[in-house]
């Protein structure tokens, strides 16, 4: 009887398909999903969002503390500044207005701040200046847009109410 010797060939590997399929799936990854790991452009968008959401409330909390009016400018599509009634009653708001870090005026600009400095951020379209009397209502409500940013900022008409 003849013996037959059976000979399993065990190689441990990949291959060349799953060698090439990986390499794709890291080159998509490398192209689509480590950009947003690794830049701040959707930051600098949110943070110049959220830096003009907390001036509006801030400039209502102002208005009520020191029962006055208090003006939201928009000189240009990326700067807000704030400013103040020097008595009360007063039709104008004649005095910039010391922020919550003791900075006068209280300014938000796009151009100036290097932390925005890589972000296409500006106000579509620049609105008006918003108005808040002494109770804290708003002269009118408002919507404000900010560029690349998809909800916009709202001032609610008879509260006052910024979101």
Request: proline share 6%; glycine share 6%.
């Amino acid at each position: 009887m003849k013996r037959v010797s059976r000979c399993k060939s065990s190689h441990a590997g990949f291959t060349l398909v799953e060698l090439v399929v990986t390499l794709v799936m890291i080159g998509i990854l490398a192209a689509f999903a480590a950009p947003r790991f690794f830049g701040t452009h959707g930051f600098e968008e949110r943070g110049f969002y959220d830096e003009t959401l907390s001036a509006l409330r801030y400039a209502q909390k102002a208005a009520i503390a020191q029962r006055r009016l208090v003006c939201v400018e928009f000189p240009d599509a990326k700067t807000v500044r704030l400013r103040i009634a020097s008595a009360n009653p007063a039709a104008a708001c004649n005095t910039d207005l010391t922020g919550p870090d003791g900075k006068t005026p209280y300014t938000i600009d796009a151009t100036a701040d290097t932390k925005y400095r890589n972000a296409d951020v500006k106000f579509s379209p620049v609105p008006a200046t918003i108005y808040f009397d002494p109770l804290g209502k708003p002269g009118a409500g408002a919507t404000i847009n900010v560029a690349n940013f998809a909800s916009p900022i709202k001032v609610e008409a008879e509260t006052g109410y910024v979101h």
